[in-house]
DNA sequence: CGGACGGTTGAGTCTCGTCAATAAGCGTGG
DNA sequence: CCACGCTTATTGACGAGACTCAACCGTCCG
């Protein structure tokens, strides 16, 4: 199990990319890796929680949970990015939790690390905000998605997102992340409304699905589908 | 209509009040008033957004609107709060519409002011950082609601959650601040729906309605109310 | 008075979740 | 190699919760 080089790891990561080496060292003895087996809880909903978290490998999943036991999907974050920088900065217990999707490791970056950073670099307390930012817009879509589309439309809308890059391409793919159950869970859906939904758009011609490899045959018809349907 | 005294506003605002006086008045020139009738929409969903707004008096509601014409309250904004501040920092298009309830007035600061503040105040970033994460809660708070709360339960947390400030009074009162179909959008609920779950307390002795005041008979018993109902 | 608005109530419908059965994929171990 | 258990995915039958549509009522206001 080999060391990580925790400077030159924080020097790569987008929010701390700008910042000089000697922020970057100040900010190491506020670092210590979290690993975790798959399975393995980083925080349960309303734990304190002092830090945020940087994914170096492995997936995570945050997630709710209900009264009546069964589990929501908030966000599945990848390794590259971070999670949990809001609660860090109220002092609050957690809204969620968070657990490993399979062996991976994070870097914590404790509450007095950032703020020092933000006193010491304004741009850095900019990119902060803009990061914080970007994740509120994805949680108004996110409302906007659960209380004004359909399942159908959820489903659509997930697929027209993870478009791979070049938009222009003539029959693009998607592959799915993680397993249906989870992209279910994050839209919201139960797993056999996911897979109705997805048989639906497989009937109408839309899309071809092989495993978690999904193809979309018309995008433009695939966007209008949504509507009238 | 009287002319406000725009840096003695500003230092009242929570946000803005450990500013310096010179600070106050470097932002003075970015800053302007807003004035608009009931039912003016301030910006629509899509717009660009260059600035935050403040409420001076009069709310402001912040609504999505689905294609198919039906539109759902995301905020309810009282005066003395803001808005807008995400949108400002990321440069893009509204992903909500902004209206008056009343008629009211705003303050705009205009990005630059803003960004002129963080690089002049550490405090001032952390208080901004502190507010998105605030609303980001908020956030997560509402997704939990739209995805594993049923309407009746979503109903008993709003009640809860509105209690007037000495949390231990016997019988405590709610008001509405709007009228029903305001708050029902708020929870993703249908006015006929809203009215429906308020009755349902009614009638298990719960609450008592008189119009938009809703008196909490046993807040306890309410509290467990939604969980095996 | 007439109309607009806010709110309530009833009847019918539909979307989506629940429950149950089945199948396919996969690693393990005999 | 196959049997097995486990997870993942699919499909069908059914039911419940919430929406839609419609009628109705009270109040406010011109």
Do not use: W
């Not at 009264?67 to 590259?80: D, L, R, S, T, Y």
């Not at 950032?114 to 990061?131: E, T």
């Not at 699905?209 to 209008?224: H, M, P, S």
Request: charged share 20%; hydrophobic share 45%; glycine share 6%.
């Amino acid at each position: 199990m080999s060391n990580l080089d925790i400077p030159s790891f924080l020097r790569h990561q987008p929010l701390f990319q700008q910042l000089s080496p000697e922020q970057i060292s100040a900010l190491v003895p506020h670092t210590h890796e979290v690993r975790g087996l798959k399975g393995q809880v980083i925080f349960q909903k309303g734990d304190p929680c002092d830090g945020m978290f940087l994914v170096v490998f492995g997936r995570v999943k945050l997630a709710l949970s209900s009264a009546q036991g069964n589990e929501k999907v908030m966000e599945i974050i990848q390794p590259g990015q971070s999670f949990a920088e809001a609660v860090m900065f109220l002092g609050r217990p957690c809204p969620v939790m968070a657990q490993f999707l399979e062996d991976g490791m994070l870097l914590k970056v404790e509450a007095e690390g950032i703020l020092q950073a933000i006193d010491n670099d304004a741009a850095f307390a900019r990119r902060l905000l803009a990061g914080l930012s970007l994740r509120l817009h994805g949680l108004v879509r996110d409302v906007e998605r659960y209380s004004i589309e359909s399942s159908l439309q959820r489903v659509i809308g997930y697929l027209l997102q993870h478009l791979p890059e070049e938009g222009c391409d003539l029959m693009p793919q998607v592959s799915l992340p993680v397993n249906k159950n989870l992209i279910a869970s994050r839209l919201n859906l139960t797993p056999e409304t996911f897979s109705r939904m997805l048989h639906q758009l497989i009937e109408a011609d839309l899309i071809m699905v092989e495993g978690r490899d999904i193809t979309l045959v018309n995008v433009d018809k695939l966007k209008a589908f949504g509507n009238r349907e």
